[in-house]
Structures are given as structure tokens and as C-alpha cells.
């Protein structure tokens, strides 16, 4: 037992500089970064509800409201639990490839007598320091933000909300919630720690491929009960709302349960779709080695793909459902509307997708981080492939690509995902409705799918695939071929 | 006119080398003026203890590195002053390698990394070069390999895909670097027999460092290198000869 104790002592982690000098790893920047990004939109949102609230009971018109303000609530609650699950998949995700990278250390530490359940306990650990971290930073940074907001919506605006104050209770929330997803986060992320053998520090080892989640079907059992509950509850939200709006009630719970079923069972069903984007790009030798890339570790390139496709998914949701009430509103009146009365529900559109958009941020942060430690950690691979005669462009496409690969399989996904939802919503909601020229119920409506939307998405998802590659290409095309050499 | 590496019978050749890392008194001179062929169509071991500068002649005659001054040729090209992109398109088309360890891209099949080099050049080996990949595996006992993953292969049999590869393109010249390091003495001893036999059967120019004396017996030519120097150049040794030779170096030095 002082054999294990003496090891932890040793461990380099903890070792002369300090107790914290691991925070100076690859990628731990970007955990911290993720959870403080996380925490201050959570904390923003809290505060932003609290005062919306505080404006209404400040009005003597509208007094007490609340509906909308529950409404607001609801919206504010869904919209930090996906940047929170974003946040949380891209820290497992960087956990996971940290481990990867220290998997000589820790064989070497097992070797001389530590546990493997020792080894897990201390990543887990610095899992919670960095969840710590960045939720005091989000704390601090999205109080700040409000206090702001407030002082300019008073002075600009006019708008009085009463004794309303930044010190809100409720903030705690997503704070604590950062906190404990992010230490969460790094237990699952960790997993690896528990596969690594002694053995592994003799080296000549070959690094295994496609081994993360090969015949695990067994583990997405849960997932799998959660789709076919949340498909279910879809189609009966689809067939009652022929009847009565209340059907997109049902289908709401039936969305969340599917979409949650399908983000855990993402390593079940991405890496198909990633294996069919691959194809896309030909037989070369760039194109083919960077589709192999994608899909070495499938499931931290799942785990990043859905948390793109889930900012994709929403934002069309939103877009496609608005699209279709609009449709089925011009059918019920013979398009008598005018433009202005779309202007709220078009707002109120944009402000969901701007606020969907924090949690695609969050995703290129770990999109950015998986590329790049994937890089630094394929040095050898890199200067092998120079050597024998890639040239630094072919690096660039080929890193590029591997990219590209991954935001387009989460773009397709989220896109489909999304049309589906959102014409769900629109149905279950409208079905009932009655509209010309006999004002029978409005049966089965067509989805509608507004293409400004799709195209911005497009266009966002390809932005982000470029700034996502900047760092990992330059430091991939920086590997001298020399290094294939190098002893270890 | 200047007299070229072929008119000399060299596969590569450089001329008053020196590499030097730092500078000024704190600098170190890895190579000193160092001036050498390889001859084409022989097996030559360059061996010399950690430090004395054969790594570092053989990354500048393989175009992985410059020389702080000197020339280098493959073939009757000069390498010396080549750009990023023509350096790297003459080690695709004209040098094989082989490593100590790390010789294979693990995303890859065998038969995928055996195809790499054509692949990078952006083409199909034509019916010839197809017909030599082919007689290659066979010679290398590869045939029910070649859909196996480096992983799913000893490392023996890693190391004979790797041999494959670097033999694929019929290059000017082949760079082993301690090919046998990681190996057992078995599977060191049959990827010894297999360069051999490609330099002595099929006419390839290898050079292979290594600081093991059994390694370097297998050769037609051992040079040996002493503080970033030629120190010694003999034909065909016995090991024992070679060990002695080594021991000797050492004790004087």
C-alpha cells in the first residue's frame, strides 16, 4: 500500500512545480475555456429571465404575466442544458485524448505498483479543478456581462425593472451545474485510464485502430430504449395533433427523449455517416488518410460530431417549424398577412439561433482541441509521412480535411435531424387548425424549409471548419520529417 | 565539365560535409568534413558509436536535413539548396526508407502502406512497377498479409512491409536506420538476409546505419564513423572483426 503512495508522490503531475503544473497540458486550456463559456451563457440566461420577470412585475399593464415569463424560463433551462451537454461531451472528449497521450506514464506507474483506479481518481480529479475554474471565471464573467446589460438597457432603452439586482440566486445554478458536469465529464472521459497495462511502458507497442468502440452495443442499451420511447411519443404527438394543438406537448418530450437517446448513442450511428462523408472525398492518398483519421477514435469524433449536430439540429428546428406555421397561416387566410405580422415570431426566431449559436462555439472550442492534440500526438505519423514523401501542402489538405470531414457528417445529420423535428413541432402544434376554403382541419402539413437559414448554417458550419484547422494544419505542417526517427 | 555521381558507379555521394548545431564555442560539429559515396547496387553499413555523426550523414544524404556546408547528391541530382517541395517529391520517387520503429502508417493496410508512395505521387503503379510489388510481397512472405493493419502484424512482418515500401519505387538509393533495433535476433537476422539479398539479386543500392556489429556483417561495405568523421572504410567483415574494430575505437578514444 506505501508502494501506492509513494508512486502518486512521485507522479510527475504533482511533482516540483507546483501541484497545478498539469493545467499547463495540451488541451486543459480548452476545458477550462468550454466550462467557463458554458457557466457565463447559463449565468447570462439566469439573469436575463430573472430580469425579464422584474420588467413585467414592473409593468402595470402587463402585471403579473406568467406565462411568458415561464415560457422564458423553459426556453432558458433548454438552451444551458445543451451548452452544458456540448461543454460536457468536448471535455470528456479532451480528457479521453489527454489520457491517450500520457498512456506511457501511466503504464510506467502501473508498472512500479500504482492502481489503475488511483490513476482514474487522480484525472478525475483534475477534471473537478478545471470544472472549478472555469465556473468561478463564467461566474464572474457573466455577472459582469449583465451588470452591463442592465446599465444599458436602463440608460438607452428607459425600461425600469424595479429592484431588480445582478445578485441573483438562481446563477448558482448553472455554476454548480458546470462544476459537477465538467468533473463528470472527466470520469467519463477517464475510462481509458482503466485499459492501459503495465505491459504498455516496455514500448514497441502499435497503436491499435477502431478499438474504442467496437461491440460496446451492449452500453447504449438505455440510449436505444430512449429513442424508440422518444419516437414513439413523436408519432403519437404527429397523430393528436390532428385532434387538439396540446399534441406538441407530447411531441416535445418526444423530441427530448429521442435527441438524448441519440447524442449518448452517437458512437452507434456517426461513424457510419462519417465512413459515407469520407467516400465523398476519392480514393488519394490525402483524401483516404484523413478519412482514416476521422474515424480512429470514433468515439471522441461521435462525441465531437453531435455536438455540432445539436447546434445545427436546433437552429433548423426552429427554422423549419417557424417556416411551416408561417405556410399554414397563409393557407388558413389566403396569404392576407402582412409582413408584420411575421416581425415578432422572425425575432423571436433569430434570438434562439444566436443563442443556439453559443453552444456551436463551444463545439469548435473542442473541434479546434481535438484536432490539434490529435496532431501532437501523430508527430511520428507526421514526420513518417513527410519522409516517405508528403509534402507539407498535402499535410494541409490532409489535416483540413479531416476536418471538413467532421463538421459535414454533423452538418448533414443536424440538417435532416432538424427538418424532421421542426416539421414534427409545426404538425403536432397545427394539425388541428382549421383553414380554407372549408375550414376543415388542416390534416397533414408540408414540411417548409427556409433556405436563408440552411444556407447560413452552410456557410457558419464552413467558417468554423477553416478557424477550427488554423492552429492544428500549422502545427502539423511544422513536423520536420526527421522526427519519424526520433527514438521516442 | 564535373564528373557525375554515376560516372563514379555512386548510387549517393557528398562532398566536405560539415553540420554543426549551435554556434560559436557552445556549438557542436556532429560532421566534419566528410566527404564519401555509396556505392550503387552494394549493401553499405556506416557504423560508429552514439555521437558520431552517422545519423545526422545519413539524414542530410537522404535529404531529410541540410548540411551546415558541403554538397550532396542522389543519383546526379544535387540535393544541397532543393526546396521543401522538390526535396520531398526525390525522397518519394527516388529514396526508400526503413526505420527502427514506427515504419508504418497504423490507418493503413499493409498493402496501403506498401501503395503510399504512389499514392502521394497521385498515381496507379503502372503494370511494371505492379509486377515488381508483387514479386516483392511474394519474396517477403507477405501474400496473406497484405489486408492486415499494423497492429495485427508482428514486428518482424511490420518490418517487412516497411522493406516492401521502400523497395516499391526501384529508388536511387535505400536508407535503413537500425532496421533491426526493435527486432528479435530471429526476425533481425531474416530482414537482414532480405537486404542483402535485394542489393546482391536485384542490384539495390542500400545504406544501413547501425551500431550493431552482427547488423553491419551482413554488409558489403562497413564505414565507420568517429567523431563526425570517416575513421575507417573495409570491405565485407565478420562480425568479429567489426567488434574488434569498434572495441579498439573505443579504447582509443
Known amino acids: ?488 | 565539365m564535373e564528373i557525375t555521381t554515376s560516372d563514379l558507379g555512386l548510387a549517393a555521394r557528398v562532398q566536405h560535409l560539415t553540420k554543426t548545431y549551435g554556434a560559436g564555442a557552445a556549438g557542436v560539429r556532429a560532421l566534419d568534413d566528410v566527404s564519401v559515396g555509396i556505392r550503387r547496387g552494394q549493401f553499405t553499413a556506416i557504423m560508429g558509436p552514439s555521437g558520431s555523426g552517422k545519423s545526422t550523414l545519413m539524414h542530410i544524404m537522404a535529404g531529410l536535413d541540410a548540411p551546415t556546408e558541403g554538397r550532396a547528391w542522389i543519383g546526379d541530382t544535387e540535393i544541397t539548396g532543393l526546396g521543401d517541395v522538390e526535396m520531398t517529391i526525390l525522397r518519394r520517387r527516388r529514396v526508400g526508407f526503413i526505420f527502427q520503429a514506427f515504419n508504418l502508417v497504423p490507418t493503413l493496410d499493409a498493402l496501403g502502406n506498401i501503395l503510399l508512395p504512389f499514392e502521394l505521387d497521385g498515381r496507379q503503379p503502372t503494370a511494371l512497377e505492379r509486377a515488381r510489388i508483387d514479386s516483392l510481397v511474394e519474396r517477403l512472405g507477405l501474400a496473406s498479409r497484405l489486408a492486415h493493419r499494423p497492429h495485427e502484424l508482428s514486428g518482424g512482418q511490420q518490418q517487412r512491409v516497411a522493406i516492401a515500401r521502400a523497395l516499391a519505387t526501384a529508388p536511387d538509393l535505400v536508407f535503413a536506420d537500425e532496421p533491426t533495433g526493435n527486432l528479435d535476433s530471429r526476425s533481425g537476422r531474416e530482414v537482414l538476409a532480405l537486404l542483402a539479398s535485394a542489393s546482391r539479386d536485384h542490384g539495390q543500392s542500400i545504406a544501413m546505419v547501425t551500431h550493431d556489429a552482427i547488423a553491419a556483417s551482413h554488409a558489403d561495405r562497413v564505414l565507420f564513423l568517429g567523431d563526425g568523421r570517416i575513421t575507417a572504410d573495409h570491405p565485407k567483415q565478420s562480425a568479429e572483426q567489426i567488434a574488434a574494430h569498434m572495441l579498439a575505437a573505443e579504447v582509443a578514444a
Request: overall charge positive; proline content about 4%; glycine content about 10%.
Open chain 1, 1 to 488: 500500500m506505501s508502494a501506492v503512495a509513494t508512486v502518486s508522490r512521485i507522479s510527475p503531475a504533482r511533482s516540483s512545480s507546483g501541484r497545478l503544473h498539469w493545467l499547463r497540458e495540451r488541451g486543459m486550456g480548452a476545458s477550462v475555456l468550454v466550462s467557463a463559456l458554458a457557466a457565463a451563457f447559463g449565468v447570462i440566461l439566469v439573469e436575463v429571465t430573472a430580469y425579464i420577470g422584474a420588467v413585467l412585475q414592473a409593468d402595470p399593464f402587463i402585471g403579473d404575466s406568467e406565462t411568458l415569463a415561464v415560457v422564458v424560463m423553459i426556453l432558458s433551462v433548454l438552451l444551458v442544458a445543451v451548452a452544458m451537454y456540448v461543454a460536457a461531451m468536448v471535455t470528456a472528449n479532451t480528457f479521453s485524448t489527454i489520457i491517450a497521450g500520457r498512456t506511457r506514464r501511466i503504464a510506467l506507474l502501473r508498472l512500479i505498483g500504482a492502481s489503475a483506479r488511483s490513476q482514474r481518481a487522480e484525472v478525475t480529479g483534475q477534471g473537478f479543478v478545471v470544472g472549478l475554474i472555469g465556473a468561478v471565471i463564467g461566474l464572474a464573467s457573466g455577472v459582469g456581462f449583465a451588470a452591463l446589460g442592465v446599465l444599458i438597457g436602463e440608460s438607452l432603452l428607459g425600461v425600469g425593472a424595479g429592484d431588480f439586482t445582478v445578485l441573483q440566486p438562481g446563477v448558482l445554478f448553472p455554476v454548480v451545474g458546470v462544476a459537477l458536469t465538467t468533473w463528470l465529464a472527466a470520469w467519463i472521459g477517464s475510462r481509458r485510464v482503466l485499459t492501459v497495462t503495465p505491459l504498455q511502458a516496455l514500448g514497441g507497442s502499435v497503436e491499435r485502430t477502431h478499438d474504442d468502440e467496437a461491440g460496446r452495443r451492449g452500453k447504449h442499451v438505455g440510449a436505444l430504449v430512449l429513442i424508440v420511447v422518444g419516437v414513439v411519443l413523436l408519432a403519437a404527438g404527429v397523430v393528436l395533433g390532428l385532434i387538439t394543438p396540446l399534441g406538441v406537448v407530447v411531441a416535445f418530450f418526444g423530441g427530448l427523449f429521442s435527441f438524448t437517446g441519440l447524442a449518448t448513442a452517437s458512437p452507434l450511428f456517426m461513424p457510419p455517416v462519417l465512413r459515407l462523408v469520407g467516400r465523398l472525398f476519392g480514393r488519394g492518398a490525402t483524401a483516404r488518410l484523413a478519412a482514416e483519421n476521422a474515424l480512429r477514435h470514433p468515439e471522441r469524433s461521435s462525441r465531437m460530431a453531435i455536438g455540432v449536430v445539436m447546434g445545427v439540429a436546433l437552429v433548423t428546428m426552429f427554422a423549419v417549424a417557424l417556416e411551416s406555421v408561417k405556410a399554414l397561416m397563409m393557407r388558413q387566410s389566403e396569404g392576407e398577412f402582412v409582413d408584420g405580422f411575421f416581425a415578432p415570431m422572425d425575432a423571436f426566431a433569430s434570438i434562439m439561433m444566436v443563442l443556439v449559436a453559443v453552444s456551436a462555439v463551444i463545439a469548435a472550442v473542442g473541434l479546434v482541441n481535438l484536432l490539434t492534440i490529435g496532431v501532437v500526438q501523430r508527430r511520428r505519423e507526421l514526420g513518417l509521412l513527410r519522409a516517405i514523401g508528403m509534402t507539407s501542402t498535402q499535410v494541409r489538405r490532409m489535416v483540413l480535411l479531416e476536418a471538413v470531414h467532421i463538421t459535414v457528417a454533423a452538418t448533414l445529420t443536424g440538417l435532416v435531424l432538424g427538418v424532421a423535428y421542426g416539421w414534427i413541432a409545426a404538425q403536432s402544434l397545427l394539425g388541428s387548425v382549421p383553414v380554407l376554403p372549408d375550414y376543415d382541419p388542416a390534416g397533414l402539413v408540408y414540411p417548409a424549409v427556409p433556405w436563408i437559414p440552411v444556407a447560413v448554417i452552410v456557410v457558419a458550419t464552413a467558417v468554423l471548419t477553416v478557424v477550427a484547422a488554423v492552429t492544428p494544419t500549422r502545427l502539423a505542417t511544422r513536423v520536420a520529417p526527421v522526427e519519424a526517427l526520433a527514438a521516442d
